[in-house]
């Protein structure tokens, strides 16, 4: 009876057991994967020539696997709708969707990206190994990240605003920024959480400090959560403000918590006040995310247009005239003789 009954309900128990269950084996993504994403990147707390300059991003993207290979790369597909704008009221929005595919061994991109410009075979962003374990590496774009805890909780923003279950990931680095901006000692700390029955992104916050030797210099925040998904995510209990005990990973999801609200603060007065697009390389040394210089100093105001000569001064004098005693023309009375009569005019 126990064999038959154990014959009877394995199978229901495998359809039931999630594609990463297997010991060692990591979730495989299937066509129909689909999240939505929201973006917050801010620019600011400048220094020397950056003193007083602001810039705001807000994205809302979306990236989905339309297919799946028997070589285990995956086709994918991925939407954007940007709107940036500076503390000078200048603004700008723009759309962007492609494709790209990659692959699910490796965790590199295949053939395009999600408009990622700048990396050197790039891994993925949105998805890793979930069967990593804690203390193990593997890289996010070309950053190397260090698995920290499979059982973290993380607070997602609206319209979602709960906490989830996550794998917490992060990565630090520097690199030498030179663009529009200038030339820059840059350094970073991203920290990364992932849904661990599928490995797919749940959210990120990057930091990033970059300073000259003038003085001059800003800072750089970018945090993305996911605002909806087509599989469930593990709710968890929200990071309190108050943690009861030894381990530091409580610490931390408070500082996370806390960057959060800040960033939505800044963004809320940013857009209350009131781009020219360049490049700002993201996460690291590569990368595309558009934002403009700071504004420069004001063209010179002529009082006289360039290209025109001065108006020359005209000086109209008046003559009196009196009549010929003669023959009763009119003459200046400046004139000797009547230039009609010849008579004089005297």
Not at 11 to 34: E, I, K
Not at 326 to 340: E, F, H, R, S, V
């Amino acid at each position: 009876m126990i064999s038959r009954f154990v014959l009877l309900v394995l199978p229901l128990l495998l359809l039931t057991v999630p594609a990463a269950a297997a010991t060692g084996s990591h979730y495989v993504p299937r066509a129909g994967d689909l999240f939505h994403y929201s973006e917050t990147i801010n620019l600011g707390q400048g220094t020397g020539d950056y003193n007083g300059y602001t810039e705001t991003t807000l994205i809302s993207g979306s990236v989905g696997v339309t297919s799946v290979l028997p070589n285990g790369t995956e086709s994918a597909s991925y939407s954007n709708s940007d709107a940036w704008s500076n503390n000078s009221g200048a603004q700008e929005s723009w759309t962007s969707s492609g494709t790209f595919t990659f692959s699910a061994d490796s965790f590199l991109y295949v053939q395009g990206t999600d408009n990622q410009t700048g990396y050197v075979n790039p891994s993925v962003w949105f998805y890793m190994d979930n069967g990593l374990a804690p203390g193990s590496s593997f890289t996010v774009l070309n950053t190397p990240m260090d698995v920290v805890s499979t059982d973290t909780s993380y607070s997602l923003g609206a319209p979602l605003s709960e906490a989830v279950q996550t794998i917490y990931a992060e990565g630090n680095g520097s690199f030498v920024r030179n663009d529009v901006y200038g030339n820059f000692d840059a350094t970073y700390n991203w920290k990364n959480y992932f849904d661990p029955s599928t490995g797919y992104i749940v959210g990120y916050l990057y930091t990033e400090q970059d300073s000259n030797s003038s003085g001059d210099g800003f800072s750089l925040t970018d945090q993305v959560y996911v605002t909806s998904t087509t599989y469930p995510l593990t709710a968890a209990t929200a990071p309190a403000s108050s943690s009861s005990s030894g381990s530091s990973v409580p610490y931390l999801l408070v500082g996370v918590v806390i960057a959060v609200v800040v960033i939505v603060v800044v963004v809320a007065w940013l857009l209350s006040r009131s781009r020219r697009p360049s490049n700002l390389p993201r996460h690291s040394g590569g990368g595309d995310i558009r934002y403009g210089p700071p504004p420069g100093a004001p063209p010179p105001i002529h009082l006289t247009p360039g290209g025109q000569p001065a108006v020359q001064q005209i000086v109209l004098r008046e003559t009196v005239k009196v009549n010929c005693r003669y023959c009763g023309a009119l003459i200046d009375t400046t004139a000797a003789a009547c230039p009609n009569c010849g008579a004089p005019r005297t």
